[in-house]
């Protein structure tokens, strides 16, 4: 159990890296925050490892629900 935990947050640091590295994390902090810009990071970290074989998910367009006018 303690091996698998080391190899999930060795996976996830991996991710994190990815993000640092593709500039996902200035634009969070450098332009309007959307649904896509988050998703796309939360997708590049639950990637991990394979971020670094060639493999970059992105998410298209997504849009939060609105309430509905009551």
Known sequence: MRLL???VFAWLIAGVVAVVQDGLLADVFNSEPSCTTFANLAVT???GGLNYT???PR???CELP???PQ
């Open 66 to 68: 609105q309430p509905d």
């Open 5 to 7: 935990s080391l190899l």
């Open 54 to 56: 060639d493999f970059q």
């Open 59 to 61: 998410v298209g367009d």
């Open 45 to 47: 970290v639950v990637a």
